[in-house]
């Protein structure tokens, strides 16, 4: 049955069947076409919009993707465990591995296990058992679909609570893809419930512990599930290994995924253009740097090289001053001279120290002496007066 499409302002959510797990190998396995029901609305109350049968590349697109396992491949257990709320999430694992192996013909190493996250009864956990293979299988499938995050749910603990139903489920066998079994469902309090393979041709024995009363009824299947909404019992089997990446948190994003890409993309072309602006400036610099070292080439011939063109040309320009019998105004007599006129005023005992050293003088002042008001006359007088900090000043006739 299907629906004309409409516009949906509401949460829409995909229920899928998935088959019963083939006694086949694995390579075997098939999930085939899939029965789905999508509805609107959300698990309150939820409207039916269409259902039928597809591939996994085809089911149809909504917020969420509901899976429910059959209930004769989920077994579940439930025992009073005080001390798994102590234990951390990495130990849980194996620890529900320790605890179940005695209950389990299946090996421990071979299952999957999903804890209930409430209990039902104060210091007891309800668990469900699944076949890991069978698992690990039907995951796969999705996640290569690129349905990332969806839930498994149990199909006992969907049913109303005490009620004894059966249905008619494909086997995931691709070798025999009509092949259909029946399976009889339980479900009584809370978590609590069972499901086997049963044949409809045997009479019904009444041998299970059941309450008094109870009679296998044909259950509505998939659309009742979806109808019927979430019973509060039922929990996610997606857990430990099989969880949802980062909690879905990248599916719950999905809304703003073409946002998010085209900012990705513009935050790329932006570092882009700031490596090709850089590599430009880069070549310009290289370029300048050829173009003095030519000129003091061709200037210079004599200068050594390796050392860098304004250096070379600052040094020729005072070699030719003194020459001509100047002064450079970095040597120690003019300097001196400079800071003599500086201090003229100023008490006698105010110089401790003076050093000579890269065509600067080092001053050293007593402490507690200020010379801003000396940087602002050398400053008047075309010479640069810098404080390197605890009384040390630098002096020297031009910006170093």
């Not at 098939?30 to 085809?58: D, I, K, M, N, Y």
């Not at 849980?92 to 039902?120: G, K, M, T, W, Y």
């Not at 909690?247 to 790329?268: C, I, K, V």
């Not at 008047?380 to 020297?396: D, E, H, I, T």
């Amino acid at each position: 049955m299907i629906w004309e499409d409409e516009e949906i302002s509401e949460p829409m959510t995909c229920w899928v069947a998935l088959p019963l797990k083939p006694s086949a190998e694995p390579d075997r396995w098939s999930l085939g076409s899939l029965p789905f029901v999508l509805t609107a609305g959300g698990t309150v109350s939820p409207r039916l919009l269409r259902e039928g049968t597809a591939p996994l590349a085809e089911l149809p697109a909504a917020e969420r993707l509901v899976l429910v396992m059959p209930s004769a491949d989920v077994l579940i257990l439930a025992a009073a465990w005080p001390h798994l709320d102590s234990l951390p999430a990495s130990r849980l694992r194996e620890a529900l591995a320790n605890l179940l192996e005695e209950s389990l013909i299946q090996p421990v190493d071979q299952c999957h296990f999903a804890l209930s996250p409430h209990p039902a009864v104060p210091q007891e956990r309800t668990v469900a058992v699944v076949d890991r293979a069978w698992m690990r299988f039907v995951h796969d499938a999705f996640s290569r679909a690129g349905l990332t995050h969806h839930e498994i749910l149990p199909a006992q603990l969907l049913q109303p609570e005490g009620t004894l139903l059966t249905f008619d489920a494909p086997v995931g066998q691709a070798d025999a893809p009509g092949l259909r079994q029946t399976v009889l469902s339980w479900h009584g309090k809370g978590s609590s419930g069972w499901g086997l393979r049963w044949d409809p041709s045997e009479a019904w024995s009444g041998q299970l512990v059941l309450p008094e009363g109870v009679q296998p009824q044909a259950g509505g299947g998939l659309r009742a599930w979806a109808l019927g909404g979430l019973v509060s019992g039922a929990f996610n089997l997606r857990q430990f290994e099989f969880a949802a990446p980062l909690a879905g948190l990248w599916e719950r994003f999905r809304p703003w995924r073409p946002a998010l890409l085209l900012l990705a993309a513009a935050l790329l072309l932006q570092v882009l253009f700031l490596n090709l602006y850089w590599m430009k400036l880069a070549w310009q610099k290289h370029s300048l740097e050829q173009g003095m070292r030519t000129l003091v080439r061709d200037t210079l011939p004599e200068a050594p090289p390796g050392i860098a063109p304004a250096v070379v040309l600052k040094r020729a320009l005072e070699n030719l001053r003194v020459a001509q019998g100047g002064t450079s105004p970095g040597e120690f007599p003019v300097l001196a001279a400079r800071l003599a006129a500086l201090l003229a005023n100023e008490p006698a005992d105010t110089l401790q120290q003076l050093d000579y050293r890269d065509d600067s003088l080092l001053v050293h002042f007593k402490p507690g002496y200020g010379a801003d008001a000396l940087a602002k006359r050398a400053g008047a007088q075309g010479l640069v007066f810098q404080n390197q900090g605890r009384g040390l000043w630098r002096l020297s006739g031009s910006g170093r």
